[in-house]
């Protein structure tokens, strides 16, 4: 790549994919929120704020930990943690909601909405929208209220309202769907904080700058510990904030190499997964076109994975773009394989990572033993295990 | 001209407003739509509004997507409401057909497939309520090409620069949402809708059809003299959903509620 990276153009298209593929009615609302995003993002106030909420209140930068009893029992690469599993609420999720919230805020807002999958999201929202005196609403499928009721129970400490949504699959899809028909009877004042890299433009670019901070950080981070750039860059994709956060600031390093985990569930073979880009199909849904999972029909397929936070039918349009382009690689792994990836991260290293997590975990485990020991993996431990406790146990037949 | 342009030129000569229900196609099931729009006709209907049963309907409020979970129960899809469009055109020769739906079927499809397959349908209008004008090129002029009207929405807050947006780049009718919110929800604000109608009209000469909102003959009649035409659609699907062991009676129930609507109209 000779030219600098510059996606998107200005109505959010990343090559075909991306766009503003919404109602009329919700127009006006996108516009207006782009409108404050492109002016605030250029304003130094706004920004000195940001930076200071992320050192203060999210406790950044985050450590990228250099895992050398793991390292030597895969036998291969340097394998680095970028730790956003430290983070204030326990999670990349937040480095985002911050920004939306402060963003929120400055346009004069006064209500907050979300829709969330593993709960990580709808926690990072609720925490922000506790610290500003914001109403708070945060749409979760009832599938997902069900598997997560730990982080159900947070957000409602932290006074957030929690519907659970009981229309389609009654998964992170639908409380996406249930968000958007309360953002558009509510447009005037309400905020809708999307939590990861999709939905109509601005939000992909959006929640992309919000979250391309751990990226910078892992890159300076990177350069001060080991004198050089990484060889590889791994991380988990569900709709793909943590991801894109990472690779964002790498994108005109040619050398350096992205690769998105996606979540093959049952195996891609089976049907039951949720990896659009590794054997999905390009469609629209949810405000931009992108990768889906999405039958002969085009209706939407239900997705399946073991992390609640991953168990999307679509993807960022911004993967979808580097995925075609070649600049990224994105490739699967299943259930079976991401308990690999959490029990050998919990055992080797004391770190329990969140099964979304453990999707890249499980990866590296495959990747590493194929790089030479003065090669160099960063992995996005994007968020902690603690909330899939519950989840962990019953798999192991053990009642808490 | 097109069906639908040829249409709204008659009523006006008429002084007659457009009665445009909507019902989501293979709902409750795949024998119940095509009878029902004939005796939908019968009961003084100009166009019918056909729903494209879609697995994630953003837009719209319960009950019609509790009609698309239902449509796609018996694997109701895009293809099968052109063929109940088709079967429908055997008989019925006359009456606009408009299909309403969101964008992912129509991309699987492709565009210019699609554009082939509505136009052999005898379908005259295509509204896709995810589908933007500043996406829409490619797809309106593969439509208009084929003599098929490319329909577009407007809100309340729509801006005036946005009207003329929809009035160049669309076809046959505007279709004015009348609330903020999903379709089923809220109250009408006559008052409300007059004003907008008024400040539309200075920015586009196509006919304007108002929809959300409208529940019985009282609000009919009521939009009915402001726009060009009435759509009704939430309050016809309840009526299939309250007589869901019995189509017949559902079927009854919505001609009684048109033929009301459609005396209220005409006095």
Known sequence: MTEKYNMPDNRGHFGTYGGIFVAETLMPAIQELNAAYQHYMADAEFIAELDKDLQHYVGRPSPLYHAERWTKELGGAQIYLKREDLNHTGSHKINNTVGQALLAKRMGKTRIIAETGAGQHGVATATVAARLGLECVVYMGAIDVARQSLNVYRMKLLGAKVVAVESGSKTLKDALNEALRDWVTNIDDTFYIIGTVAGPHPYPAMVRDFQ????????????AQAGKLPNALVACVGGGSNAMGLFYPFIDDADVKMIGVEAAGDGIETGRHSAPLCAGRPGVLHGNRTYLMSDDDGEIIETHSISAGLDYPGVGPEHAWLKDSGRAQYVNITDDEALGGFYALTRMEGIIPALESSHAMAYVTKLAPTMKSDEIIIVNLSGRGDKDMQTMAKREGIEL | MSRLAGLFAELAQKNRKALIPFVTAGDPNPEFTVPLMHAMVGAGVDI???????????????????????????????????????????TNSHTP????????????????????????????GVLTVDLPPEEAEECTALLKARGVDPIFLLAPNSSAERVQKMDAIGAGYLYYVSLKGVTGAGHLNAAEVETKLAEIRTNTKLPIAVG????????????????????????????????????????????????AMRQAMDN
């Open chain 2, 97 to 124: 057909i408009v299909i309403m739906g969101y964008l992912n079927p129509v991309e699987v499809m492709g565009y210019e497939k699609f554009a082939d397959a509505v136009q052999a349908a005898g379908v005259d």
């Open chain 1, 212 to 223: 391309a901070i751990l990226g910078r950080e892992a890159k300076a981070q990177c350069l």
């Open chain 2, 48 to 90: 019918i509004e056909l729903g494209v049963p879609f697995s994630d309907p953003m837009a719209d409020g319960p009950v019609i997507q509790r009609a698309s979970e239902r449509a796609l129960a018996h694997h109701q899809s895009l293809r099968t409401t052109l063929a109940i469009a088709t079967e429908f055109r055997k």
């Open chain 2, 212 to 259: 959300f909102g409208v529940k019985d003959a009282e609000t009919a009649k009521i939009i009915g003299n402001l726009g060009d035409g009435v759509v009704v659609g939430s309050a016809l699907i309840k009526e299939i959903e309250a007589n869901l062991h019995n189509p017949a009676q559902a079927k009854q129930a919505i001609i009684e509620l048109l033929t």
